[in-house]
């Protein structure tokens, strides 16, 4: 069965920096592309980044283009996202996402294996 767990999140001001992680378990890293989605509150869930296998084709939002880095780790089977100067309007859950194919897409639809989330914050 496929698992990916999010986590990292927290509370940070704004300007600050955190890393998300997404352990993936078994064959998924090296054989599914991966994203991050987020849902901020009473707005449906958008696009974060996304990565096709083997680190390929990164893809990011224009509104975090610049700031966030997604990458990844095969050994340990974990996908990271690296968020820098962050602002408030980057409170939301964020979703790690894997896809059953190995390019990345940008369309939440396309992929089918979701984790639990975790909350970032970011306060003024």
């Known amino acids: 069965q496929v698992h990916v767990v999010e986590s990292g999140g927290g509370l940070v001001q704004a300007g600050g920096s955190l890393r998300l992680s997404c352990a993936a378990s078994?064959?998924?890293?090296?054989?599914?592309?991966m994203g991050w989605f987020r849902r901020a509150p009473g707005k449906e869930r958008e696009f974060v980044a996304s990565?096709?296998?083997?680190?390929?084709?990164?893809y990011y939002a224009d509104s975090v283009k610049g700031r966030f880095t997604i990458s990844g780790d095969n050994a340990k089977g974990t996908l990271y996202l690296q968020m820098n100067n962050l602002k408030p309007e980057d409170t939301a859950v964020y979703y790690c996402?894997?896809?059953?194919?190995?390019?990345?897409?940008?369309?939440?639809?396309?992929?089918?294996?979701w984790g639990q989330g975790t909350q970032v914050t970011v306060s003024a």
């Open positions: 990565r096709s296998t083997g680190g390929r084709s990164p």
């Open positions: 078994g064959r998924i890293f090296s054989s599914y592309a």
């Open positions: 996402a894997a896809r059953d194919s190995n390019w990345a897409s940008l369309e939440a639809n396309d992929y089918s294996y």
